[in-house]
């Protein structure tokens, strides 16, 4: 039998045959493949730069692995069926002309098709040696010993929320699609900010951990650490630079840099925001009502809500949010909540269930929002009464009345286009740096909200609207002596409200 050759020596000889010379870059790539699957491990990520050659590199993995064992049967997933079709022609190409995989092709013209194709193998098996779908494709009783994702993760299916998370439901159909100890193999360039390639949790993308998060890694960036490049002979530095002009920050940083970033340039850069950890902290000293936030005393609030109906995770979203402005001028987003309701709670309080208190989903929010306000130790709502909103003033003044809530509820109407509301809002703070998030905001819609914002394009703007109303609202002034002590005292107000009669020795 004859000994088979190493992966890094078929590259080589398929490259001279082709009059090509074979980069180190492809030496790496070819050796940590060979490296892992000879070690067993079958969870990989081959993360490189655009126009690295590393698809190509996949394909000559594929000729190789069936060299080796013809029995084997190859799955190629590609965010469409003509990207998959393109990695099958030339694994097919390769076959043909390489000196090692010519005895591979069948004789018969049907086992060559350009979907798929089998190569002359002993084992009699129902699926092809290699087969291409598209990632929307249903794979429902097919069998594979290894499953290449070549470019699953593009625009097409990762520039909005419902495609990343359809993205991620799909490709764990792959664990139907594998035999037991299978190869999964990924290939491609981050092309969003909570990318399926990720290497850490991405703050707002609710995921626990990273999604490919047992897989092995190699990432092969443009540039390396020291800031050369990782293919000089054919990506020169004077080559980099006009790459970067062209394509703008986000994509090179997303395409060549592979760093995970939003590959579309936001107007609202979540990055500018400043991260703190601090709670706040409510004391009365002197006779006087204070509220600290990191130890900055904060003399000022804000509380918006944008209210929304409908199925949780449906329509538009119901948001409050909470900020705060300290003695400096700087802005604390504290607090931002997207609310939900319970349908099921709702269609009991419409049709009189008896069982407890069923609440319909107005309510429901209501309550939320003076939980809100309590919790934040907040002096007012501003509630937009454009639309459904003109309903629920009454409603959330009677719980807080109920809660024994002291609040103001501050109806408000606009007027102004949406996308002009949130950039006089947030351009100039963002830009002196002056609005700070605390970390919990992070793990909400929020931050995506900003990331993936456009003015005039669709997008979620739900959360980017609450605070847009919380930043260009009057706010509320704090500070204020407290009343002698007493049973009947009102609770302290940390917040300025309120009037009081001075004896005066003059007339008017």
């Known amino acids: 039998m004859q000994q088979p050759v190493s992966f890094d020596l078929f590259v080589a000889?398929?490259?001279?045959?082709?009059?090509?010379?074979?980069?180190?870059?492809?030496?790496?790539?070819?050796?940590?493949?060979?490296?892992?699957?000879?070690?067993?491990?079958?969870?990989?990520l081959l993360m490189a730069f655009r126009n690295s050659g590393k698809s190509t590199l996949v394909g000559l993995f594929s000729a190789w692995l069936l060299l080796n064992d013809p029995n084997l049967r190859i799955m190629?997933?590609?965010?469409?069926?003509?990207?998959?079709?393109?990695?099958?022609?030339?694994?097919?190409?390769?076959?043909?002309?390489?000196?090692?995989?010519?005895?591979?092709?069948?004789?018969?013209?049907?086992?060559?098709?350009?979907?798929?194709f089998t190569v002359n193998r002993r084992a009699e098996l129902r699926d092809p040696s290699m087969l291409a779908r598209g990632i929307g494709a249903n794979l429902t009783g097919s069998r594979a010993d290894v499953v290449i994702c070549d470019d699953v993760e593009v625009p097409n299916t990762c520039d909005?929320?419902?495609?990343?998370?359809?993205?991620?439901?799909?490709?764990?159909?792959?664990?139907?699609?594998?035999?037991?100890?299978?190869l999964q193999l990924?290939?491609?360039?981050?092309?969003?900010?909570?990318?399926?390639?990720?290497?850490?949790?991405?703050?707002?993308s609710g995921e626990a951990k990273p999604f490919l998060d047992s897989f092995e890694r190699l990432e092969l960036a443009l540039l390396t650490a020291r800031g050369t490049s990782r293919w000089p002979e054919r990506f020169p530095i004077a080559r980099i630079d006009a790459i970067r002009e062209r394509s703008g920050p986000n994509k090179f940083k997303s395409q060549m840099l592979l760093e995970p970033v939003n590959i579309l340039d936001s107007r609202l850069d979540p990055g500018r925001l400043v991260a703190y950890a601090a709670d706040l902290?409510?004391?009365?000293?002197?006779?006087?009502?204070?509220?600290?936030?990191?130890?900055?005393?904060?003399?000022?609030?804000?509380?918006?809500?944008?209210?929304?109906?409908?199925?949780?995770?449906?329509g538009d979203a119901s948001v409050v949010a909470g900020l705060f402005t300290d003695t400096d001028g700087t802005h604390y987003l504290h607090a931002v909540r997207y609310l939900e309701h319970d349908p099921e709670e709702a269609a009991r309080a419409s049709t009189g269930g008896a069982f407890g208190e069923n609440l319909d989903e107005a309510s429901q929010q209501c309550r939320q929002v003076a939980a809100f306000l309590r919790d934040h130790h907040l002096p007012a709502v501003v509630l937009e009464t454009n639309g459904i909103g003109r309903f629920l003033p009454g409603l959330l003044r009677r719980e807080l009345a109920a809660a024994g809530i002291e609040a103001a509820v501050i109806e408000a109407t606009s007027h102004r286009a949406k996308d002009l509301r949130i950039l006089d809002a947030f351009d100039a703070v963002l830009a002196a740096g002056r609005l700070h998030a605390h970390e919990a905001v992070w793990q909400t819609p929020f931050v995506r909200e900003m990331r993936e914002w456009t003015p005039g394009a669709p997008s979620r703007d739900d959360g980017l609207d609450a605070v847009a109303g919380c930043l260009l609202a009057e706010p509320v002034r704090l500070g204020r002596a407290l009343p002698p002590g007493g049973a009947n005292r009102p609770a302290?107000?940390?917040?300025?409200?309120?009037?009081?009669?001075?004896?005066?020795?003059?007339?008017?």
């Not at 790539?29 to 990989?44: C, I, N, S, T, V």
Request: aromatic share 10%.
């Open 13 to 44: 000889l398929w490259n001279n045959q082709q009059e090509l010379k074979t980069p180190r870059l492809h030496i790496r790539m070819a050796r940590w493949l060979q490296e892992h699957w000879d070690g067993g491990r079958r969870e990989l």
């Open 76 to 116: 190629v997933l590609a965010a469409d069926l003509a990207l998959a079709r393109k990695m099958v022609r030339n694994v097919k190409r390769i076959i043909e002309r390489h000196p090692l995989t010519r005895d591979l092709k069948p004789a018969r013209a049907d086992q060559w098709a350009s979907e798929q």
């Open 160 to 182: 909005t929320p419902p495609k990343r998370a359809d993205l991620r439901a799909r490709l764990a159909e792959i664990e139907y699609v594998l035999v037991p100890g299978g």
């Open 186 to 204: 990924y290939v491609g360039t981050p092309h969003a900010y909570d990318t399926i390639y990720a290497g850490d949790a991405r703050p707002g």
């Open 281 to 314: 902290d409510y004391a009365e000293r002197n006779g006087e009502a204070v509220l600290t936030l990191g130890g900055k005393r904060l003399v000022s609030a804000t509380c918006w809500w944008d209210p929304a109906y409908g199925a949780p995770g449906a």
């Open 492 to 508: 302290p107000r940390w917040r300025g409200a309120g009037s009081f009669k001075a004896q005066t020795d003059f007339t008017l």
